[in-house]
């Protein structure tokens, strides 16, 4: 046994002997590799000749070529060649000879330091060209300035909105709702839900009872209103979803709350807020409401008095608040002529200005109506 022990620890003891010889050797080996390559890059430019027969000769090298100076690898190069030049010679004369590479060195950064605009001009430009081509219908070119934009700014969520926008004006609706939901999921952010709810809004009123569309936007809405109790146009989509389910008072606790905040939906959430005001039977502060919202929208109409829209919903918005002598005044004002009507119901069928005519007689019958309703005469007819 004690043999065996001894012979044991001789045949270990020279096994390891052998081992650190050869861990040696390869450490010896690859130290002096490295150390002849940087012998070699230090004297292989020093002239045309090899190190071997150099001969020791200083500043021998081939002129440098004028094409040279146009070449950008030539420069860092040259900017290589200096550091190691003057770290191991300290030579004033090889800092002369290594001007070049210097300049290569300093130059690109000091090229891009001047002409590379900021980061913040690069986004904006971007953003710029992004939403001018998407005007033109130019999907493609606005597609690349989108993902130039993503690029310099990937933790911006207004990227994604961007993107959303783009996709649903293409035609790609499936895939701009995808985005919006997963930015929704991940963020919250609130331009990506309120868009979300601008376009479901209009499909999920025409539902009728609450289906899993109209659940989700109620739930989304509310959370919108959780993190921002100011959010004015999650209130009026959430009071419009009421009003679509006839929940006359969950919605007027939220017309109440933001109809009174000045917003470009105020004039919107009056009328809203009077029509819900007149289903409850409060009929004074459904005529305030309704003559406050009138205001706005006749500024509105003055400023874009073509809108067909705008009017419609400005003549309806005065009728219910008891004032149709301004709404008959602004209806008289853009009747076509007998004549022109004449004419475009002989060839064309209905003239343009049926509808206005439609809702005059709409006008006058609320008139009458209230007359009657209300045995008080007034003095604005």
Not at 56 to 78: D, E, H, I, Y
Not at 153 to 160: A, I
Request: charge should be positive.
């Amino acid at each position: 046994m004690f043999r065996w022990f001894k012979r044991t620890r001789r045949s270990l003891r020279d096994w390891s002997k052998d081992r650190r010889r050869y861990l040696r050797y390869q450490w010896h080996r690859l130290v002096s590799g490295i150390l002849v390559w940087w012998e070699s890059l230090k004297t292989s430019h020093e002239d045309g000749l090899p190190p071997a027969e150099g001969g020791g000769r200083k500043f021998q090298r081939p002129p440098v070529k004028t094409a040279s100076f146009l070449n950008p690898f030539f420069w860092f190069a040259g900017g290589f060649q200096f550091l190691l030049r003057y770290m191991f010679s300290r030579r004033p004369m090889d800092l002369v000879v290594s001007l070049p590479g210097l300049l290569g060195v300093v130059g690109p950064f000091f090229c891009l330091f001047v002409w590379l605009p900021p980061s913040e001009a690069l986004v904006s430009r971007h953003k710029d060209l992004m939403q001018q081509n998407l005007r033109q219908d130019q999907f493609k070119i606005a597609r690349f300035y989108a993902d130039c934009w993503k690029s310099a700014e990937p933790w911006n969520p207004e990227v994604e909105v961007s993107l959303a926008l783009l996709e649903q004006q293409s035609g790609d609706g499936d895939a701009s709702d995808l985005r919006l939901r997963r930015l929704i999921s991940e963020t919250r952010f609130a331009p990506a839900m309120g868009l979300f709810a601008r376009r479901a809004l209009p499909r999920v009123v025409k539902e009728t009872g609450w289906t899993p569309a109209a659940v989700e936007l109620r739930q989304m809405m509310s959370g919108l209103l959780q993190d921002q109790p100011d959010n004015v146009e999650g209130g009026f989509v959430l009071s419009t979803l009421y009003v679509s389910r006839q929940e006359w008072n969950n919605a007027l606790v939220l017309l109440r709350q933001f109809a009174g905040k000045p917003s470009p939906l105020q004039a919107n959430l009056l009328y809203t807020k009077a029509v819900v005001e007149a289903q409850l039977n409060y009929l004074p502060e459904s005529r305030r409401s309704a003559s406050e919202g009138s205001d706005i929208l006749v500024r509105q109409l003055m400023l874009n008095p073509s809108d067909r829209e705008l009017l419609i919903q400005t003549v309806q918005c005065l009728t219910l608040a008891g004032r149709e002598a301004d709404a008959l005044l602004l209806l008289r004002d853009r009747l076509p002529t007998p004549a022109v009507g004449s004419v475009a119901g002989d060839t064309a069928g209905p003239a343009p200005g049926d509808e206005l005519q439609y809702l005059m007689a709409d006008v006058l019958a609320s008139r009458s109506r209230r007359i009657r309703l209300e045995p008080v005469k007034t003095a604005d007819m």
